[in-house]
């Protein structure tokens, strides 16, 4: 997982509440079982003007110009403004992969659903809660100016505006320190690596019959 530590970024603004993870990532991309290809399915929905399938060259799709990522001043942009409850509905994981690998790095809202906003964290996109006064004037600022970016540092936990404004956000310690270290749940259990190695070769030495390689490799033979 990629560490997130300072981010300096270009914002796109998604003005609308209750956005869902089928929003996010159409259900009908789900089928893959591979964690890779979904960046460009993102808002699919919203993104294009016909139907999107699994395989189909969304390079030749009809794009739908007053949908925000397809705004010229909007591309590129890797911090994505939301309003309240985002990524509500199921508990879809495509989701925060789709944001992931179409660029984001961060989304703020005054509100997430809580598996959307646990798995952001175990996928290296940063979710930012602030107050919903906050959320209005960033939308206002970005509507106002074209090139408007945010410098989020984690290790401060602050959101600065190109005027110098910050805003606070909390965030766990844990995840925070996850996050700072990109860290997700293998990175932490290999952490341990040489300390499981040993386990497994004491264990191999006391009970050899756990071996089943070796014990499949044993039989051949014979």
């Given amino acids: 997982m990629q560490a997130f530590t300072t981010h300096e970024g270009l914002v796109a603004p998604l003005d609308r509440e209750n956005v869902d993870t089928d929003q996010i990532i159409p259900k009908q991309f789900l089928k893959s079982i591979h964690r890779s290809g979904f960046g460009p399915n993102l808002f699919d929905a919203w993104r294009y003007l016909d139907e999107g399938e699994p395989g189909m060259d969304n390079s030749k799709r009809p794009l739908n110009p007053d949908f925000v990522l397809n705004q010229p001043r909007y591309q590129g942009a890797s911090v994505l403004l939301a309003r309240k409850n985002f990524g509500c509905g199921s508990s879809r994981e495509h989701a925060p992969w789709a944001l992931d690998q179409y660029g984001f790095r961060a989304v703020i809202a005054p509100s997430f659903a809580d598996i959307f906003f646990n798995n952001c964290f175990k996928n290296g996109v940063l979710p930012i809660v602030l107050s919903e006064d906050d959320v209005d ?16 540092d984690l290790d401060r936990q602050v959101v600065a505006t190109p005027s110098g404004r910050e805003f606070s956000f909390d965030i766990d310690a844990f995840r925070k320190y996850c996050m700072l270290n990109g860290l997700d749940e293998i990175g932490l259990t290999l952490r341990h690596a040489d300390k499981i190695k040993a386990y497994e070769q004491k264990r191999l030495a006391a009970q050899p019959w756990l071996d089943v390689p070796a014990l499949r490799g044993a039989q051949a033979s014979r």
């Fill in 137 to 152: 004037s960033l939308f206002k600022e970005v509507e106002a100016k074209e090139g408007y970016q945010l410098t989020i």
